[in-house]
């Protein structure tokens, strides 16, 4: 089963451009998978404009790069998200699911997430040291704005609110798989959510750390040290998040295995289809992708 994410997205400009393309395929509510991946281009430059206020040249750069990011992923990356669709296909007419199966599918979604932080990274590296002293603060501010918005929209100061507001975006993505939920299912979110914690929180709390170290980052921009501090920032962002947040992702991936192996063990056999014929639409649109050297393009 697909990713169901109970947390809310970081709001980074490079872990951003580096998961798009993944989330925008696999989890997003988009109706056509081959018209969000047609438009990825002029969306990641889009949002990182709305982050720095880029100068055309900067502008024109980033859509370049963007489009060698975008012809790698296509490339290379797709055909594996087809592979790993079809394991997904063989493991949902499975009965009982096995975590350990679960885990390793989620495994290889992460794994596909770090190739992509991987190859932003020069690019993401070359934007940020050419940034200007008012490009930086203008980030600083934006990145803070956002961070609220964001934590007024999903942290409450009721914690029975901001507990029941979690378990509705599980349910949701929940839904977007299996149709609408038996109420054991139903069941088995609420006891998943309870079971988090503080979790919001603290993705909040490590978000709020990794950007403060970017930005510290950005003081020392043209020292020779510069590249490897944002290498390490883009690859190694969990160190930045302090050790509450190490240990909750200790905790939350095999607790979201977890969830889901529990999902699907209590599915009934029309949820089965549902999800059986999500996975053959989403393959359907990949298999349609055909990839040239600027774009990919439905065949």
Not at 120 to 147: C, F, N, W, Y
Not at 162 to 167: A, P
Request: glycine share 2%; charged share 30%; aromatic share 6%.
């Amino acid at each position: 089963m697909p990713h169901i994410q109970g947390t809310p997205p970081s709001t980074r400009c490079c872990r951003y451009i580096a998961i798009i393309g993944l989330i925008a395929l696999l989890v997003s509510g988009c109706s056509s998978t081959t018209l969000a991946y047609r438009q990825l281009d002029w969306a990641i430059v889009w949002w990182v404009d709305d982050f720095i206020p880029l100068t055309d040249p900067q502008e024109d750069r980033l859509s370049q790069q963007v489009d060698q990011l975008l012809a790698w992923h296509c490339q290379s990356e797709l055909p594996q998200y087809t592979q790993w669709l079809d394991q997904l296909r063989n493991h949902i007419a499975t009965t009982p699911i096995q975590s350990e199966t679960v885990l390793a599918q989620q495994d290889a979604l992460f794994d596909a997430i770090d190739r992509l932080l991987i190859e932003i990274t020069p690019a993401t590296t070359e934007l940020l040291a050419g940034l200007t002293d008012s490009q930086v603060e203008a980030l600083a501010e934006t990145m803070a704005e956002k961070r609220q918005e964001r934590e007024e929209e999903l942290l409450s100061e009721d914690p029975q609110e901001q507990l029941e507001k979690r378990e509705e975006r599980v349910r949701e993505r929940a839904e977007r798989w299996l149709g609408p939920l038996m109420p054991t299912q139903r069941a088995i979110i609420a006891q998943w959510n309870a079971d988090r914690g503080r979790q919001t929180e603290i993705w909040f709390e490590g978000r709020a750390r990794w950007q403060a170290a970017l930005l510290d980052a950005l003081k020392d921009r043209a020292k020779p040290d510069f590249p490897e501090r944002i290498r390490q920032l883009i690859t190694n962002n969990s160190a930045y998040r302090g050790e509450e947040y190490r240990l909750m992702l200790e905790q939350s991936r095999p607790a979201m295995a977890q969830l889901i192996t529990d999902l699907m063990n209590a599915a009934t056999p029309d949820q089965r289809v549902h999800l059986r014929d999500e996975i053959d639409s989403l393959r359907e649109d990949f298999e349609t992708l055909r990839c040239d050297q600027r774009h990919p393009t439905a065949a």
